[in-house]
């Protein structure tokens, strides 16, 4: 796939996590979303993470994720019903470091294993 399309793709990704993160919470318990809104942000994040490997090198990878990481949650101080929580952040990070490990991993094994 070309470098352009895989930008392209990151750029429409990190702006659908602003729309999703920055969109009015409905009133619901509290305690019903508490745990699945944390697997949210980790796939999120996961699929951001995927997004970037491709393009990006270690260092750049690791800040413009965390960038939007920091952004999404801070920008929920903002939004009416939407609440700033640490362990977002931390499900974010979770997320994206998690796609940094499989996606190295995968690339070893794909380095390691001679094609037949």
């Known amino acids: 796939m070309k470098t352009s399309i895989k930008i392209a793709l990151l750029i429409c990704w990190i702006i659908v996590i602003f729309v999703l993160t920055g ?12 745990w699945i ?5 980790f796939v999120l994040f996961l699929i951001l993470g995927g997004l970037e490997f491709r393009i990006m090198k270690t260092l750049y990878f690791f800040t413009l994720g965390v960038s939007v990481i920091l952004i999404a949650e801070f920008q929920q101080i903002l939004i009416p019903g939407r609440t700033f929580e640490l362990l977002d952040i931390i499900a974010g990070l979770v997320g994206l470091c998690f796609a940094y490990f ?10 390691e294993v001679p094609e037949t």
Not at 37 to 41: F, S
């Open 102 to 111: 499989i996606f190295t991993g995968y690339r070893k094994i794909k380095h």
């Open 37 to 41: 809104d944390k697997v949210y942000h």
């Open 23 to 34: 969109y009015p919470a409905l009133q619901t318990s509290h305690l019903d979303k508490y």
